[in-house]
């Protein structure tokens, strides 16, 4: 099982160098390539976006929790030594996984495959394949994994740069551990919040997190819905007024 995991992480690069390589041999220079990579300027608005979608959905679990006393709250502090450097682990360990799970993988089956939703699949089936040795790992939190693979493809593919899926991917683990003190993944970190899980693990996900039960699976619909409306009228409508005012300061600039 563990060969299985790694040839998950290792497969995707491989896909990757394959598409750079293919890119060099068309003579593609190097900005070429990294915007072939999705890897583009720095997109604040599509890194806002996707950490308020994150920070959103979490806040939606939390309630919820809270609600049907699927867990107690033993003590909330404001002094977290660790936060910081949690939060820097969280956002390399989005820049990583969102590089080699979406940019480099996509872009090596885009070679071979003309279907989206075929490429959307697989990366997801590999994102959740990835996941499979976790702490508390279930049939259903590797379901709620490879949902979690449709979620953030999506962003990629539909933006074209990976700025709002390691956005999404950062506050999405930043607000489920080091926040509201839920385990990510199977892995259990500090938060603002000290609780205790109880229920059903079918519902509150048990060692691996909220993200392994069905209010996981919720909050990542959520998430889908939430993504498909800020892309459709806000990034989109963004970057086509963007291209317009390029036009047309380049025609003034002519004349």
Do not use: D
């Amino acid at each position: 099982m563990i060969v299985i995991k790694y040839l998950a992480v290792i497969i995707p690069i491989v896909f990757g160098i394959i598409a750079i390589l293919k890119w060099k041999s068309n003579n593609n220079n190097f900005k070429e390539i990294l915007k072939n990579l999705g890897i583009v300027p720095l997109k604040i608005s599509h890194i806002l976006i996707g950490i308020l979608i994150g920070a959103l959905a979490f806040t939606f679990v939390f309630i919820v929790f809270n609600y049907f006393e699927l867990m107690s709250i033993k003590h909330f502090s404001w002094n977290i030594g660790n936060i910081y450097v949690t939060a820097i682990g969280f956002v390399l360990m989005a820049i990583m996984e969102e590089l080699f799970s979406r940019s480099f993988f996509i872009s090596g089956l885009k070679i071979y495959l003309k279907s989206t939703s075929l490429i959307i699949i697989i990366t997801a089936i590999f994102f959740s394949i990835a996941h499979m040795l976790n702490n508390g790992v279930t049939f259903l939190s590797s379901f709620s994994t490879f949902v979690g693979g449709i979620m953030y493809a999506y962003a990629f593919i539909k933006t074209k740069n990976i700025w709002l899926p390691i956005g999404l991917h950062f506050s999405w683990n930043f607000f489920q551990g080091c926040i509201y003190g839920f385990p990510v993944s199977g892995l259990k970190f500090e938060g603002l919040y000290e609780i205790n899980i109880f229920g059903s693990n079918i519902w509150t996900g048990g060692q691996y997190g909220p993200e392994g039960g069905l209010i996981g699976i919720f909050a990542r619909i959520f998430v889908l819905i939430a993504l498909w409306i800020a892309i459709k009228y806000l990034l989109i409508p963004t970057q086509k007024l963007k291209k317009s005012a390029s036009v047309i300061n380049n025609t003034f600039s002519e004349i």
